[in-house]
């Protein structure tokens, strides 16, 4: 049974600054590995999507980055801003979507 | 274990077909439940917001009248693909928010496991 796992659970910086967030998940045989930003009530906004066969993906200031042998994906965010701060989920889809549990980054002014 | 049930999790039907999809909170009430879509190698797109006794706000996109959603409950939202085409086929996925305090300290977003549609 596929499990993913986020990490940190909560995560609080400084603005201006680099950050990582890591999901982490049990079963390497998946199709694709999404990132997602959540905001309080709303619903997803996909971020960006790394196919199985692909290492790595950036779009602007995000770069995601997919190890699938050991089954690992980071999120990187370069010169964090109030602005991001949000709710982070990882979700790996193979049969069904699997979400992590988030995590909730604060980027202070 | 699984707090938000989606029913069935594959159906297979004839084109010109319409498909009904339940999203079920199993131990919270949610008055915000959410429907996303999924295209092959695509990443997930929201497609509507479903609040309960009010009508659904669909993404710039979505026909409204293609698919037809229904929060009659607080535990129950449904998803109606009408007249279903094959390009119609894809992985839908509901959510459902549960209020602060109730499974967590602030509002938290449960995803059910999807429900896979092939039309033929």
């Known amino acids: 049974k596929q499990e993913v796992t986020q990490i940190p659970a909560a995560l609080s910086v400084p603005e201006g600054e680099n950050l990582v967030l890591n999901c982490s998940f049990t079963?390497?045989?998946?199709?694709?590995l999404q990132w997602f930003r959540q905001d309080p009530g709303k619903g997803l906004t996909s971020l960006l999507l790394?196919?199985?066969?692909?290492r790595e993906q950036t779009s602007g200031r995000l770069n995601a980055s997919l190890d699938k042998s050991s089954g690992r994906s980071t999120l990187y965010i370069a010169a964090s801003q109030p602005g991001d701060s949000a709710t982070y989920l990882c979700?790996?889809?193979?049969?069904?979507?699997?979400f992590g549990a988030g995590t909730r980054l604060t980027v202070k002014p | 274990g699984a707090v938000v049930s989606q029913h069935p999790s594959r159906v297979i039907c004839k084109s010109g077909t319409s498909v009904k999809i339940e999203c079920r909170s199993l131990d919270f009430q949610a008055t915000t439940m959410f429907w996303y879509r999924q295209f092959p190698k695509k990443s997930l797109m929201l497609m509507a917001t479903?609040?309960?006794?009010?009508?659904?706000?669909?993404e710039q996109g979505v026909e409204k009248d293609k698919f037809l959603i229904n929060h009659a409950s607080l535990t129950l939202s449904t998803l109606t693909v009408t007249s279903a085409h094959p390009e119609d086929s894809s992985f839908y996925i509901c959510?459902?928010?549960?209020?602060?305090?109730?499974?967590?300290?602030?509002?938290?977003?449960?995803f059910g496991p999807g429900t896979r549609l092939t039309v033929l």
């Open positions: 790394i196919q199985s066969s692909q």
């Open positions: 079963d390497s045989a998946i199709y694709n």
């Open positions: 959510s459902a928010i549960s209020p602060p305090g109730v499974k967590a300290s602030t509002d938290t977003q449960y």
């Open positions: 979700a790996v889809l193979l049969n069904d979507m699997r």
């Open positions: 479903s609040n309960e006794g009010s009508k659904a706000t669909y």
